[in-house]
C-alpha cells in the first residue's frame, strides 16, 4: 500500500514471517510488530498493546519535559515506564500503569504539579476521553503523475480528444 508522505500515518504490513509479525513504519521509523510466542507469534517485537503504552510513555515524557522547561524549574523527566493490563468485570477493562523517574531538584509542590500535568499530555487525555476511528478500504494504487501527463496530452493534442481550446 502506497501513503502520502504528507499525511501522519503508520503503516503496518504483514512481513511474510510467522502468523502475526508486521513491518510499521511510523515517522520516518521503521521497526516491527509481533505477538508473544505463547499465542502463535515469533516474539520478534512489542504487541500493539506495547506500542499502545509506548505512545502513552513518549507524549507523557515530552509533555512534562516541555512543562518544566518552561517553568525553568531545574528538573529532568528522566524516564516513563508504562504498563498494560486487562481487569475483568471492571469498565473499562483496561489499565494503564504509569511510573515516571524525575532527576533534579525538586519541591513536593513542583513534583504534584508534574503528576498533575501528566494526566494532561495528549495520549492520556485520547485514552481516557476516546476517540473516533474512521475506517476506509484502501484504493488501487493510482497511476504514476507520467502516465497521467501522457493521457492528457493525448487528449489535448490537435484535432484529438473532446477538449477545444480555440474558444
Given at each position: 500500500m502506497q501513503t502520502n508522505e504528507t499525511l501522519d500515518e503508520a503503516v503496518a504490513t504483514k512481513s511474510g514471517a510467522g502468523r502475526f509479525q508486521l513491518e510499521i513504519s511510523a515517522g520516518g521509523a521503521?521497526?516491527?510488530?509481533?505477538?508473544?510466542?505463547?499465542?502463535?507469534?515469533?516474539?520478534?517485537?512489542?504487541?500493539?498493546?506495547?506500542l499502545l503504552a509506548a505512545a502513552l510513555a513518549a507524549c507523557t515524557t515530552m509533555t512534562l519535559q516541555l512543562y518544566a522547561d518552561?517553568?525553568?524549574?531545574?528538573?529532568?523527566?528522566?524516564?516513563?515506564?508504562?504498563?498494560?493490563?486487562?481487569?475483568?468485570?471492571?469498565?473499562?477493562?483496561?489499565?494503564?500503569?504509569?511510573?515516571?523517574?524525575?532527576e533534579g531538584e525538586i519541591t513536593p509542590e513542583q513534583r504534584g504539579r508534574l503528576l498533575e500535568i501528566a494526566d494532561r499530555c495528549p495520549v492520556h487525555r485520547t485514552l481516557t476521553e476516546g476517540a473516533r476511528v474512521r475506517t476506509a478500504e484502501a484504493l488501487?494504487?493510482?497511476?504514476?503523475?507520467?502516465?497521467?501527463?501522457?493521457?492528457?496530452?493525448?487528449?489535448?493534442?490537435?484535432?484529438?480528444?473532446?477538449?477545444?481550446?480555440?474558444e
Open positions: 521503521h521497526f516491527t510488530a509481533d505477538e508473544p510466542v505463547e499465542v502463535g507469534g515469533l516474539g520478534t517485537g512489542p504487541t500493539p498493546y506495547q518552561r517553568k525553568g524549574w531545574p528538573v529532568r523527566v528522566h524516564c516513563t515506564a508504562v504498563g498494560h493490563r486487562r481487569e475483568e468485570g471492571q469498565n473499562p477493562p483496561d489499565v494503564f500503569s504509569r511510573r515516571i523517574k524525575f488501487p494504487e493510482a497511476a504514476p503523475a507520467i502516465a497521467h501527463m501522457a493521457d492528457m496530452e493525448a487528449l489535448i493534442a490537435v484535432g484529438r480528444g473532446s477538449f477545444d481550446f480555440t
